[in-house]
């Protein structure tokens, strides 16, 4: 059947080049099907009925790209409960080595599952991969109704429209009701500074500046550091580059911007803004306001400095240091813990962190060729996509990690506790939330047949998990959550190519070959001019730019202009 044939050929937008998001995690706001006032997006019916599911026991190896620390062999109490139902334990093999996944997708023996993120077109051109439209078809109707009216942008490409990833990244029709990332200051540094106001560059340094000059160590005797960011790797990116398009009123397309009225694609720090953003970085390490060890301490380092309630200013995502927050909680450091800011370079321009993208696909779920018995990994997914799947995977048991009272999904106070402020082990053992990105999910906002939230972040809960510090600096500003800060995503229009930085792009493409000579150009460069004197920041800046033009920058926009094309054409089924 179709469901099993395999694809061993390069085809156009055949590749993902992993360009890096702001919030690839997490920023992101998702288009959503029109809500009422309420802001309620019903499903369907009800789940839909699946052919008999074999729940048998057995076992499926699965390759992830991105490493789980939570991750407890399905010994959780929601992983158990999902091999009670289907049958399915997961044996998972993390690609903590960063080249795992394409040595795997060389090597010719395969895992039964692979998340592969941004190298999914590995798996493809190889032919290790199956399309999964007739499985899908034939035992997938709640993967169907979960998809929807997306079904269009499961597809691989015009030219080949085979479904090869099962999308997981992404929840469909979300909605964020918090923020989390970029700019975050410790509360305490905030309240010392009479809660100002904080929307520029400017007003982010000041707070800094003042609060490191009266408490130059903490109450420990540690040095105080203002402001500490981490490029190490790939999370360079996500500290140091990232914010330099949201701080100047661009959306969150990874290295690449798109003008949004002529599609045209620029590697993002040749715009003039971008330059200025910089500067301010090489002025902040000028003055002293930037750990000295910012660009050469690994991740581990940096995190500790955050548990210890050492670093004022925190540029980065909230999944990037929550660990830390979990420590200062469960040191009773709250007033050293982070709020999370709208930040500009200055009042010209508005934050697009909340710019919807609509749902986007891409990352999730391949079976491959080897997989044994390949309907049952649909029909796991599937169990997933249902509704008490969602309720599972999202909320936990009933009666164990939520009741219901009144038709309403309730959990209870000594749960939430748990769940706030030790938010690591509480995953970790009860699997809840744990599972989001192995299988398909609605996002924040979404409401299931009986008019409750399929998952836990809205308003009402996400005020819960607020400490009473969190609480007191909100209140402070008049704002009830973090995203109060930001413009509301209704003041934009949905991006027709959702975000740039998951578009497939053929991995032997003069676009690909292009990026790959210029990540390490801006990995090296971009330090070294934050690191500069002031006095020698425009010469070095100047030749980075001629750095970029002759290693192919404008043949890179150029190529990527046209896929921005071919991906509108395919979404929109032209």
């Known amino acids: 059947m179709k469901g099993k044939v395999l694809k061993g050929t390069s085809l156009l937008l055949a590749s993902v080049m992993l360009v890096g998001s ?172 009479g809660y100002p106001q904080i929307k520029t560059v400017k007003d982010y340094e000041k707070v800094i500046a003042d609060y490191v000059a009266k408490h130059p160590t903490t109450a420990d005797g540690k040095k105080t550091l203002g402001l500490s960011l981490l490029a190490d790797d790939w999370r360079i990116m996500i500290s140091v580059t990232n914010p330099a398009f949201q701080a100047t009123g661009a959306s969150d397309d990874g290295e690449i911007y798109i003008d949004p009225k002529t599609y045209q694609a620029t590697f993002h720090y040749r715009r003039p803004e971008e330059k200025e953003y910089f500067r301010w970085l090489n002025h902040m390490n000028d003055i002293g306001l930037i750990d ?85 990994i649909i029909q796991m997914l599937d169990y997933l996509a249902s509704e008490e799947g969602q309720v599972l995977i999202n909320w936990g048991i009933e009666g164990k990690h939520y009741n219901v009272e009144n038709g309403k999904r309730v959990i209870p106070q000594a749960v939430q506790d748990q769940k706030t402020n030790d938010a690591s082990n509480f995953k970790k053992t009860t699997g809840i939330g744990l599972y989001n990105n192995y299988g398909p999910h609605y996002g924040d906002g979404v409401q299931d047949s009986t008019g409750n939230y399929f998952t836990t972040n809205f308003p009402e809960q996400i005020q819960k998990t607020y400490s009473e510090e969190d609480k007191k600096v909100l209140a402070a500003y008049g704002k009830t959550t973090w995203k109060d800060f930001y413009p509301s995503e209704k003041e934009f229009a949905a991006k027709p190519w959702g975000a740039a930085w ?49 290693n192919g920058v404008k043949k890179y926009e150029e190529e990527y202009t046209k896929y921005i094309q071919e991906r509108v054409n395919l979404w929109s089924g032209r």
């Open 292 to 376: 000295p060890e910012s660009f050469v301490q690994k991740e581990d380092q940096y995190k500790a400095k955050i548990a210890q309630g050492r670093v004022v200013g925190v540029i980065d995502q909230k999944w990037g240091f929550q660990s830390s927050i979990d420590s200062l909680k469960k040191e009773g450091k709250n007033a050293a813990t982070y709020g999370f800011y709208s930040v500009q370079m200055d009042d010209k321009t508005v934050d697009h962190t909340f710019e919807p993208t609509g749902f986007m696909g891409g990352y999730g779920l391949m079976i491959s060729k080897d997989a044994k018995n390949p309907e049952r």
């Open 502 to 550: 998951n578009l497939p792009v053929p991995s032997d493409s003069d676009a690909n070959i292009i990026y790959n000579k210029l990540t390490p150009i801006v990995r090296k460069r971009i330090p070294e001019i934050i690191l500069s004197k002031p006095s020698e920041f425009d010469a070095k800046w100047d030749a980075f730019l001629a750095e970029l033009d002759k």
């Open 22 to 193: 702001l919030a690839a995690c997490s920023s992101k706001e998702e288009e959503k099907k029109p809500a009422d006032e309420t802001g309620k997006t019903n499903t369907a019916e009800n789940t839909t009925e699946t052919p008999t599911t074999d729940k048998s026991p057995i076992t499926y190896t699965m390759l992830a790209a991105d490493p789980s620390p939570d991750w407890n062999q399905m010994q959780d109490e929601v992983g158990k409960k999902i091999t009670e139902k289907t049958g399915v334990t997961l044996k998972m093999d993390f690609a903590t080595d960063a080249n795992k996944v394409a040595l795997v997708a060389a090597s010719g023996e395969y895992p039964d599952i692979i998340s592969a993120k941004g190298s999914s077109n590995l798996f493809v051109d190889a032919g290790a991969v199956l399309d999964l439209t007739d499985l899908i078809d034939q035992y997938g109707p709640n993967l169907k109704k979960v998809y929807g009216d997306y079904w269009n942008r499961l597809k691989w490409s015009n030219d080949d429209q085979g479904v090869y990833v099962v999308p997981t990244y992404d929840g469909v029709g979300n909605t964020y009701f918090d923020a989390g990332g970029a700019f975050s200051l410790q509360h305490q540094a905030v309240e010392e500074a």
